[in-house]
């Protein structure tokens, strides 16, 4: 019988070891005195020992700081103890062995909870975004609905359900169409499509609403309700600010724009005659540079459109553009615009002084038009701040830099001018940098179908009708007459025939009377008078006209003809009008 019984007890301790080693958690127990008396090999994994190292050795050599020996001590439990072994996270139960009322050992079970605790932090995670949805839901819209693939409600905002004039609660779980009359929400799941800015009348009150699609995978899975404004009367106010703002905008843009000068580009530069696309492809190269430059051309063929056009194109584009008219200011204004004046400067000085338009157009560009027409004394005073990039205001012995690129303009000769003596010859040289000449009118007559196209485009807009063209007979006159204002003159004429046209086109008896006298004698240029006698005979008759018109009223004489007020005044004392 002896021998029996110890073939089961080590039968027992063979099975023991087998199931202790099979497990998948980790097992260890120590004696009363902490000894180490199992150590599984799932534990063997975990720490990295082989049993044979750790068996017989106390538990703290092998696991410093465990808890097996606060459990020995106290013949207390640790249940559900974590912690950590590199990135793994185990779970631990610490359970003392009792036998006889004593304490004779402790057993620690561990299990990885890796994964589960990633699960369980995912799942707390996804609670608090629940929580943070259904705040959002709940007061950051005004109503808000939504149904699944059956058009079963399976959310709604106390908003909406107030709407209703339900509880929420009594809402879920009903068909959309239970509990709103009319409603398309269940329509959106079908089709698939979203609705937006719809009227829907809830519950005898008419509001603007929203539906989206709910989709996954490509199929719609169910619809959302948003409610935009509860009150119609509420769009109709949004809609006034929103065109009370657009209005306040264009205002703004406006003063910007008017603030900062510059309005017409490359693109406002009609024609594409191979003078004019010369002149642009040069405009586009020499705008990069900061030199300054001088442009030449008679009067009306579009000087200031090209100086706009060469600021913009420029890196100064964001900067300043100011323009100066040499020949409209007083020659003892001129001065203190260009320069300006500190307080006592002169008598009837302002208080505090005055910027001048040099210091306005810092880190931007100034465009001295009509610059013939300055006098030589300030003449000097231009060619200093070329020079020197600084500027000197009347009264005032501290000088300031200023960053300017200057473009200047005259319907002159220049260099005659010189000749005569009333033009520095040092100052054309320092304007010169770079010149751009614009050809006159008459020499590009190639532009003067686009030109013409343009205008009436541009009246048609203006004076709400629809101009087509011109009459054959017409075009005979425009394409005979040398047009000495140029294009400012053809944009006149064509102004003043949209006054006065009756029909579809333009026909000569809606021109002016010069225009209609030279296309009854059947005149062409050089028939049997010189260019330059014809074009004087031409401007007379057309100032004798406009004086005529405006009763002698020399400002809307120099208006209707397209010319400056002194240029007139040049030309009537050069025919004794």
Partial sequence: MALIKDDVVKSLDIKNDLVLDSMHNGVVAVDANGIIVVFNKTLQRIYGYCERRVLGRHIEEIIP??????????????????????????????????SRGKVIGVIGVIQEITELQSIVEELQMVKDLKGTMETIIETAYDGLIVVNREGIVTMVNNAFASLLGRSAQSVMGKHITEIMENTRMHLVVKNGRAEIGDLQRINGQDVVVMRFPIKKDGRTIGAVGKIMFKDVHDLNALAQKINSLRSELAYYKGELQRYRGAKYGLENIIGDSREVSRLKETLAKVAQSTSTVLITGETGTGKELFAHALHLESNRRYGPF???????????????????????????????????????????????????DMSLPLQAKLLRVLQDKEIERLGDARTRMVDVRVVAATNKNVEELIRKGKFREDLYYRLNVISLT?????????????????????????????????????????????????????????????????????????LPMYLQKAGQSGKVIGQHQSLQVLLEQTEKVAIKEALDLTAGNKVQAASLLGISRAWLYQKIQKYSL
């Avoid at 106290?74 to 996270?89: E, M, N």
């Avoid at 100011?322 to 208080?351: D, H, M, W």
Wanted: charged residues 30%; proline residues 3%.
């Fill in 438 to 510: 614009i050809p006159p009118l008459r020499e590009r007559h190639d532009d003067l179908k686009i030109l013409v196209k343009h205008f009436i485009d541009k009246f048609n807009f203006e004076f709400s009708i629809q101009v087509k063209g011109l009459t054959e007979q017409c075009w005979k006159v425009f394409l005979h007459h040398h047009w000495p204002g140029n294009v400012r003159e053809l944009e006149n004429v064509l102004e003043r025939a949209f006054n006065v046209v009756e029909g579809e086109n333009i026909k000569a008896k809606d």
């Fill in 322 to 372: 100011i323009k100066v008219n040499c020949a409209a200011i007083p020659e003892q204004l001129l001065e203190s615009e260009l320069f300006g004046y500190i307080e006592g400067a002169f008598t009837g000085a302002r208080k505090d002084g005055q910027v001048g338009k040099f210091e306005l157009a810092d880190k931007g560009s100034i465009f001295l038009d009509e610059i013939g």
């Fill in 65 to 98: 700081y465990t808890g097996l020996l606060k459990v020995l001590e106290t013949g207390k439990s640790h249940i559900g103890r974590k912690f950590t072994i590199g990135d793994a996270v185990y779970l631990t139960n610490r359970t003392p062995i009792i």
